[in-house]
């Protein structure tokens, strides 16, 4: 049976982020697959601290990261998956710092320095990054977050050997009770109309993205 793993990288696992990848964790399971959902926020773990132990010649932990910490667990049981989601909010343009330093341990460990820059990653992982942010999708390109995103994908494919997908939900609903917070600059009705209209496809999407990391 595959196992599609799902990385949340949002402090608030029930919200847009957690709700599109347990959506794309069905559209996995539908097909088949075993799934599981990761928090990061509910680990104890910190970025690469560049020990090149996953670089150390006939070392143990050649192309394995070599901190033990909660993440290590994590980071092993990915490299026997058949396919990898990840989700993070974009804050201040860009990833969270939890799922930031959760690539650094992921992706450093396989990424090669060696002349024929192949990855050491075990196995060929698809993958598919899901992205929730406040910004309208007609912005995208002139703020540089069509950029940034295709910076990921281009990072993913390269390093997990593997082609990857994104998905951009944008204008999310930041909270039941916009009254209790200094966000005037936003309009709560026609983030409402989006949470009722627009993000039900977008939970489609997931679905159908979950559903084709399992297609081989």
Known sequence: ???IIAVNGSPRKNWNTGILLQKALDGAAAAGAQTELVHLYDLSYKGCTGCLACKRKKGASLGRCAIRDDLQPVLERIGECDGLILGSPIYFSEVTGEMRSFLERLLFQYLSYDQERV????????????YTMNVQEAMLTNIGYTAR???YKSLLERVLLSPSRS????????????SKYHMSM???V?????RQEIFPVDCEKAYALGAALTAR
């Open 167 to 178: 998905l951009a939900v944008t204008e999310t609903l930041q909270t039941e009770d916009y």
């Open 149 to 151: 995103l295709e910076g």
């Open 1 to 3: 049976m595959m196992t």
């Open 186 to 188: 936003f309009d709560e």
């Open 119 to 130: 990855a050491r990653t075990p196995r060929p992982i698809p993958s598919a990054f899901i």
């Open 190 to 194: 026609q983030r409402r109309s989006r």
